[in-house]
T-cell receptor, first 112, second 116 residues
Framework: GESVGLHLPTLSVQEGDNSIINCAYS??????FIWYKQESGKGPQFIID?????DKRQGQRVTVLLNKTVKHLSLQIAATQPGDSAVYFC???????????FGSGTRLSIRP | NAGVTQTPKFQVLKTGQSMTLQCAQD?????MSWYRQDPGMGLRLIHY???????DQGEVPNGYNVSRSTTEDFPLRLLSAAPSQTSVYFC???????????????FGNGTRLTVT
C-alpha cells in the first residue's frame, strides 16, 4: 500500500541554525507534496507545497526540495526561531484519487 | 472570515453512544474531508467529499458515516462509539473540485473525543 513517513520523530535545533526535516513516500504516482505545521491544540497549518514538475520551491524562510528518483522530500527552515517549535507533517497527493495522505510528523524543538 | 469551524471542541462519550461532530466552512470550498489524529500516527483520512451529494471513503472509514447536503457543512457521525475511536478529529476543506488533491487543505482546530 501507499505510505508516507518522516525520517525522525523528533529534531532539536539551536536557535538561529537551519533546520532540515525529511520525508519519504512510497507511491511513484504521487504528484503533489505539501508541508504542514501544527502547533499544540491547533489544526495543521499550510506552509508550502510543490508539484511533481518541480524539484525546488522557496517561500519565506522555507524551502522544499523534491527528489522523485528516490521518492524523498525535505523542508528546510532558515534561521530557526522559537516560534518554529511545532510538529511538522509532510503530505502527499495522488492524481488517481482525490485524497491527501499524511506522514506521522516530526516534532521540532528549539534550543536557546 | 471564520474559515473551517468545528464543534464541539471536546466531547466525552460512553461506549455505544452516538453523536455527530459538526464541521462548517464559509469559503465556498467544494472539497471537504475528515481526519483523525492519534499519537504517533499522523493524520488518517476517514471520509471525504468532492461536492454536495458526493462522499467517499478514506483510509479508516469503519464506524463513521458522513453526508454532504450543502456545500458548507460536512458532519461526521459515530453511530455506536467505541474506545478505539478516542482521538482528535480534524475537518479540512479546499477550494478546487476536479483536482482538489492538488491544492492545500484548510483545517479546523479539531474536536477532542474520549470514549469510555
Amino acid at each position: 500500500g501507499e505510505s508516507v513517513g518522516l525520517h525522525l520523530p523528533t529534531l532539536s535545533v539551536q536557535e538561529g541554525d537551519n533546520s532540515i526535516i525529511n520525508c519519504a513516500y512510497s507511491n511513484s504516482a504521487s504528484d503533489y507534496f505539501i508541508w504542514y505545521k501544527q502547533e499544540s491544540g491547533k489544526g495543521p497549518q499550510f506552509i508550502i507545497d510543490i508539484r511533481s514538475n518541480m524539484d525546488k520551491r522557496q517561500g519565506q524562510r522555507v524551502t522544499v526540495l523534491l527528489n522523485k528518483t528516490v521518492k524523498h522530500l525535505s523542508l528546510q527552515i532558515a534561521a530557526t526561531q522559537p516560534g518554529d517549535s511545532a510538529v511538522y507533517f509532510c503530505a502527499v497527493g495522488y492524481s488517481s484519487a482525490s485524497k491527501i495522505i499524511f506522514g506521522s510528523g516530526t516534532r521540532l524543538s528549539i534550543r536557546p | 472570515n471564520a474559515g473551517v469551524t468545528q464543534t464541539p471542541k471536546f466531547q466525552v462519550l460512553k461506549t455505544g453512544q452516538s453523536m455527530t461532530l459538526q464541521c462548517a466552512q464559509d469559503m465556498n470550498h467544494e472539497y471537504m474531508s475528515w481526519y483523525r489524529q492519534d499519537p504517533g500516527m499522523g493524520l488518517r483520512l476517514i471520509h471525504y467529499s468532492v461536492g454536495a451529494g458526493i462522499t467517499d471513503q478514506g483510509e479508516v472509514p469503519n464506524g463513521y458515516n458522513v453526508s454532504r447536503s450543502t456545500t458548507e457543512d460536512f458532519p461526521l457521525r459515530l453511530l455506536s462509539a467505541a474506545p478505539s475511536q478516542t482521538s482528535v478529529y480534524f475537518c479540512a476543506s479546499t477550494g478546487r473540485s476536479a483536482s482538489s488533491y492538488n491544492s492545500p487543505l484548510h483545517f479546523g482546530n479539531g474536536t477532542r473525543l474520549t470514549v469510555t
